[in-house]
């Protein structure tokens, strides 16, 4: 007996010992939010997030993987649930057709008199393919979807039409617009809704394959502009005119932008700042916030040029996928690429991008959805939440606190207060966070109003969490967690409820290590909001 009770004082001492040593190793930091509620520094589109369907074939393989299966456009499967239900809960989703293979595509219309064939693998051709062709009959099946979703649509042009490949990869001479043309009447005579045309895909600067100059894409978009206004002339509704779709350059972006900026709506550029899908320092990369705020410089740039030339035309992020060359497994499709998509949704918010577009809704390995199984990726969780919650108004927003935190705010979608953005990159520390509202008078000092961790005595503030984690704390699990529950579809295929925790604001705000909060504050009602609410009404 006495052995045994020997035994069982070991075991709990060896258990305490672990249990202080666990608590020994967890650490909280302190860090404080400061946000101007005076005025927006910027406003997003209602329907920020977007998403891209691409037209890589099954046999596009990048590092020996092959990792698009059939979620091209020509073959994607348009009757699964999960996809159908994973769009409808945008209500609405933009998404922008397009991609590399929209430069070797033809349409297949009354006037192209040759077989309507898919593209072919052929390493001799550009891209690696050969030309592909949209049949009519799938361009009706996809409107189709479009309409029973209620996704807003923008779509890629083939911009090399016409044009000789020089053997330095310059492409020469006009677009050639008659298989356009011939396809835009089409759509228009079918009644589809289209928000926009976008002229090309990365052949700006050095491009892909081929480049075009300035002068002459500016050109070309004058020239899709003024089929435009012929085409859709009595009409309702004007598309947008989209370009370049490209890697931004300041010196080829600014031509562009004198050129040609009466006939373009939206400035289109894309942006891929983890590294390619064979880098062995990806998620280094992805939780590294001084990596991360290198991208700050490119949407500043974008923002600065628009700015100079006074143009109307807004700045769009046309694709973005973190990772390029088709991402990679248990990385870009994984619980630990939420970091840099998240802050990067937050972060080019900030400079004014209106919609941000990721590549993809499905297909490769950074798609939104699963490949092969169209369920949903922790991505496409974090984009949903974000569409729901955070609203048109960007706040000036600063953190003082570890450079592990990244902070953004907006006014509230979801309620007449402010919604917030926290993640934490830091795997070891909880970081506990207080928030103070600045309220700027002209004629006053500026108010201070501290919000969080029961400083506002005279009322008790209640917030909303929405606590995201990994399942079993694995940064490469696929599976996500809200507030501790796992999430997934049901086996009807329906998109989960995204419910969030009620916490009173004595509460304090804690954001757990790898983790990432969206925060509701209904009853903080600052005038940056106020003054926006009519247009959700």
């Known amino acids: 007996m006495a052995s045994l009770f020997s035994c069982f004082l070991g075991l709990c001492f060896s258990l305490l010992l672990l249990y202080s040593s666990q608590c020994s190793r967890a650490e909280e930091e302190e860090g404080s939010i400061y946000i101007d509620g005076s005025a927006a520094i910027a406003k997003i589109d ?47 989703l933009k998404i922008r057709l397009g991609g590399t293979l929209q430069d070797k595509i033809v349409y297949q219309t009354a006037h192209y008199e040759q077989p309507c064939s898919p593209f072919f693998l052929n390493n001799t051709e550009s891209f690696g393919f050969t030309q592909g062709c949209l049949p009519l009959s799938r361009w009706d099946e996809l409107n189709e979807i479009f309409k029973k979703t209620g996704a807003k649509v923008t779509f890629g042009l083939n911009a090399l039409n016409g044009k000789t490949i020089a053997p330095n990869g310059s492409a020469l001479g006009d677009w050639d617009s008659s298989n356009a043309e011939s396809f835009i009447r089409y759509t228009v005579s079918r009644g589809y809704t289209i928000l926009g045309w976008e002229l090309g895909n990365e052949l700006n600067g050095n491009g892909i394959g081929a480049n075009i100059t300035a002068n002459q894409y500016s050109r070309d978009v004058i020239a899709l502009h003024k089929l435009m ?11 947008l005119v989209l370009a370049p779709g490209g ?26 700042n983890v590294g ?54 248990l990385v870009s499709n994984s619980f630990v690429s939420s970091f840099w998509y998240l802050d990067q949704l937050g972060m080019s918010a900030m400079f004014d991008t209106k919609t941000y577009c990721r590549q993809t809704l499905v ?8 490949a092969r199984t169209f369920r949903p990726n922790p991505d496409y969780y974090g984009a949903l939440l974000w ?35 926290l993640i934490n990159m830091d795997g070891d520390a909880t ?6 509202v600045t309220l700027a008078n002209a004629n006053k000092a500026p108010l201070l109003l501290q919000v969080i961790n029961g400083q506002n005595s005279r009322h008790e503030i209640w917030r909303e969490e929405y606590h995201l984690t990994a399942k079993d704390g694995e940064l490469h699990s696929q599976t996500l967690l809200l507030n501790g529950k796992e999430l997934s579809v049901d086996h009807f295929g329906r998109i989960p409820h995204l419910e969030p925790i009620r916490v009173k604001s004595s509460e304090p705000l804690a954001i757990a290590p790898f983790s990432i909060v969206f925060v509701d504050i209904p009853t903080v009602q600052v005038p940056a909001c106020s003054m926006f609410k009519s247009e959700y009404m």
């Open 387 to 421: 569409h729901r919650l955070m609203g048109r108004s960007v706040l000036s927003t600063q953190f003082q606190g570890t450079k592990k935190l990244r902070a953004y705010a907006h006014c509230s979608k979801s309620s007449d207060g402010i919604t917030l953005l």
């Open 363 to 370: 297909g490769g390995n950074y798609g939104l959805l699963n």
């Open 247 to 272: 890697i931004f350059d300041v010196g080829w972006f600014s031509k562009l932008i004198d050129k040609a900026s009466n006939s373009l709506q939206v400035v289109t550029h894309h942006i891929y």
């Open 276 to 329: 390619g899908g064979n880098d062995s320092g990806l998620v280094q990369k992805i939780l590294d916030p001084f990596h991360l705020d290198e991208d700050s410089k490119i949407f500043r740039n974008v923002q600065g040029v628009l700015q100079n030339f006074g143009t109307s035309a807004v700045a769009w992020v046309g694709e973005s996928g973190g990772v390029y060359n088709s991402g990679r497994n």
């Open 229 to 239: 206004q012929e085409i859709y002339k009595g009409k309702d509704i004007m598309p």
């Open 46 to 92: 209602e329907d920020f997030i977007c998403a891209t369907l691409d037209w890589w074939p099954s046999n596009k393989c990048d590092y020996g993987t092959c990792s698009w299966g059939n979620s091209s456009l020509l073959n994607l499967d348009l009757s699964n649930k999960v996809l159908l239900n994973a769009i409808r809960a945008f209500s609405p």
């Open 431 to 436: 970081v506990n966070v207080s928030l103070s």
